[in-house]
């Protein structure tokens, strides 16, 4: 039912630092001396898991760039004409209280090149997802691997993005400019295990590029999406599929209603862009309704707010079934403070599709942390990110093409 980690631990025999309740943090930086345009990685570990981290540089000026996550963020460093120290802050919010840790990162100016005309320096690209790891880069035609990372100009403005396959072909490019990216790569060239090619060219027609391993493999994919619906999305033994509405009412039959309650309208464009996620991935259609609208039919997804209410979670999602166990035909989302007063829309808009995804996902037995997934996704119990991973929207379309308790 609810959301995030930290359970009641019981009281050690002794004083210690770890495991007391207390929350704790710990930041680090790496590389901790860059010149403009590089990238510094912060990696953030706290315990329990905070309800928010919010980044900022002091001195805020000349302005570098956070994006990545809330426990790893990526810090693009700014131009500067001297060398100059940065302090990067982590303010953590915790149900309790808020904790701030800093990393000191020194940006120099850029080097003086020796004299003479030097050859104009091409731009660079870097990749924080995927990481290859055999399952996250596992692809097959049909599916988005989303690709994040950051490209940064050399001698002349960048231009374009381009995936290459590994005989070097173009599958698929884009526009971009200095900064950070996010693409959805859907080709994915020849079968199996390789290398592909992330570049980015200027206006010039220079480059930089970086590999990526992925795995081209429409067998081992729908084995991937097998197995996490054996894991989350079904219940006894042998498994059978626990799914939101049926093959009549479901999400492809008709749109998902979703219903808000007076004090969410506010914030309907979050919650359109949280749809948005599911419907890009996914397939799933949505239906807004205002609080004075009303759901037709029994199979709704209603959100209520309860910003005064400083409970344990953000966000808490229960999910219900009238006619058999494994029908969904009801959820209903409960935002409270730590939603309201998370540090910025990204983050709202991150909690309300992990919600939703609470209900027409990852099922949540009244176990707390069960609906959670440990791979990084939107789902991950302990780093989400707004990302589903290829075998995820596998494992939604074979979901949604069954019967509710069918066998898989
Ligand atoms: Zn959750």
């Excluded at 996250?136 to 049909?142: D, R």
């Excluded at 081992?220 to 894991?231: E, G, N, P, S, Y």
């Excluded at 969904?328 to 939603?339: E, K, M, N, P, V």
């Amino acid at each position: 039912m609810g959301c995030g980690g930290g359970g009641k631990s019981p009281i050690p025999p002794t004083p210690s630092n770890d495991g007391s309740g207390q929350p704790s943090a710990t930041l680090t930086a790496n590389p901790t001396r860059v010149r403009g345009g590089d990238v510094v990685t912060l990696s953030l570990s706290a315990n329990p898991t905070p309800i928010s981290v919010s980044w900022e540089q002091v001195p805020p000026q000349p302005r570098g760039t956070f994006t990545g996550d809330r426990l790893q963020a990526i810090w693009t460093a700014p131009s500067v004409s001297s060398t100059t120290e940065f302090s990067l802050i982590a303010n953590i919010v915790f149900p309790a209280t808020t904790l701030s840790r800093s990393v000191t990162v020194t940006v120099e100016p850029p080097g003086n090149g020796g004299g003479g005309n030097p050859p104009p320096s091409p731009p660079a690209v870097s990749i924080s997802y995927p990481t290859p790891d055999g399952r996250t880069n596992v692809v097959a035609e049909g599916v988005k691997l989303t690709l994040l990372g950051n490209v940064r100009a050399g001698s002349y403005p960048v231009s374009k993005l381009q995936v290459l396959d590994a005989d070097g072909f173009l599958v698929q490019e884009w526009t971009v400019s200095d900064g950070g990216f996010r693409v959805d790569l859907e080709r994915f060239g020849t079968l199996g295990a390789k290398a592909i090619r992330i570049r980015v060219l200027d206006s010039q027609g220079n480059y930089g590029e970086i590999p990526l391993e992925v795995i081209n493999n429409p067998g081992l994919l729908d084995q991937l999406a097998k197995d996490f619906l054996r894991r989350y999305c079904a219940a006894g033994e042998p498994p059978r599929l626990v799914r939101f509405g049926d093959l009549s009412d479901g999400p492809y039959a008709r749109p998902v209603q979703v219903w808000l309650h007076r004090g969410v309208e506010p914030y309907i464009s979050l919650v359109q862009e949280a749809c948005t996620f599911w419907t890009r991935y996914s397939g799933i259609e949505f239906r807004i309704l205002r609080a004075d609208e009303r759901p037709t039919g029994d199979v709704y997804i209603v959100i209520e707010d309860k910003f005064d209410v400083d409970a344990t979670y953000a966000a808490e999602t229960i999910r219900g079934s009238s006619s058999s166990p494994f029908k969904i035909d009801f959820g209903s989302i409960t935002l409270y403070r730590g939603w309201w007063s998370a540090s910025d829309d990204e983050r709202k808009i991150l909690i309300l599709a992990h919600e939703l995804g609470h209900i027409v996902m990852t099922r949540d037995d009244n176990n707390i942390g069960s609906g959670h997934t440990d791979d990084g996704s939107v789902m991950d119990g302990i780093s989400p990110r707004l990302v589903l991973h290829p075998y995820h929207q596998t494992a939604m379309r074979i979901l949604y093409s069954h019967q509710p308790g069918d066998s898989l």
